[in-house]
């Protein structure tokens, strides 16, 4: 199974020799990038069932992204996974694999909150905006440039309700071009103080040398909205606002030097974070290896079921011939009947099985099984090892 994201590309094998599966796995790459494989050697590393396991859970916590606690890489190991199942390059090994690595995941953004600080100047923009003024359904922003970090700032803040976006760009066609991608309007540069007395929230980001928004101009046009509260964001360096029209009474300022220290803030609070979900990930590796070291008695107990259900119907369809006419109730206490008992004398052999295959004595109870109820099972093969090569920053 691949996962590839902005800047990792992983191959995750079960497989049951170990030294072929990591050859394979290079050779493969080394295909596939036209690559001398001595090249690959050099540029890959492996991990191997324990800390393999332990990557991915990591990997879909967040916790091995550039960005500390992020979702988006919950999504590509679901979609990774779910392309590898469909084009079936999957082992039942991994399919466990990955579908509990998606549960830690979860989990790990449920009990942790690990996600929900910004740690992006533009999501941190739009905190500041919710700490603010509230509720941000029904405001309105005006926003000056349509760089990267503009758009990205449109982004969250329609996604937080915001839904009257104006846009002012020196470059009018990128300003529509942004505009309209969030359902919003255009406007001319030279038009942006009638609109910015309208607006709830200004973020500014040009990319000019000078000052565009002066404290002159925002006072005149403050003037005609007595009591307006706008909230002003200058992410822009060097700056894009006067910083003097901070003295303008309803004027609320920030630069990115104050968001800056949000991020900072924000990040130290995700490490802590971290640091609860490194333990539920250990508690979940723990879960899933004792999971995983259990699995070589599954073909026994099946096996075993098997050979007691043959029974259970050959006895059942005996005993009913017998007995002769019956009513349908009557057939079906007799059916549920023969399955409870069955059921009950299997359970303390087959729980105990289990119980025994997580210590040293657990082949040995396997085979013993196997023995006393002849029971055909194939040869037990040797446990998938669990592998995780990795092409170090994406780099072939």
Known sequence: MVLF??????VYVASRELDEGIGVVQNFLSRKSGTDISQIKNY???HILYDAIRHLFRVASGLDSMVLGETEILGQVRSAYRTAYTNGSTSSCLNSLFQQAITVGKKVHRETAIDQNAVSVSYAAVELARQTLGDLKGRSVLILGAGKISELSVRYLVANGVNGVIVSNRSYNRALELAREFGGRAVRFEELYQHLIKSDIVISCTGAPHYVVHHRQVDEVLRSRPGAKILIVDIAVPRDIDPAVAELPGISLYDI???????DRNIALRRQMAVDAEGIIEDELDRFMKWLGTQFVVPTVSALKQWAEEIKQKELRRALNRLGE?????????????????????H???TRLKDYALTSKGHLYTEVLQVLFDLQVEEEQDREYILKTMIDGGKV
Do not use: F, M, W
């Open 5 to 10: 994201t902005c800047n990792r590309t992983e």
């Open 44 to 46: 890959t590393y492996v």
């Open 257 to 263: 030097d104050d968001l800056q220290y949000i991020v």
């Open 326 to 346: 019956l009513a349908p109730h009557d057939r079906k206490v007799i059916g549920s009947l023969v399955n409870s008992i069955v059921n009950q004398l299997l």
């Open 348 to 350: 303390v052999p087959i």
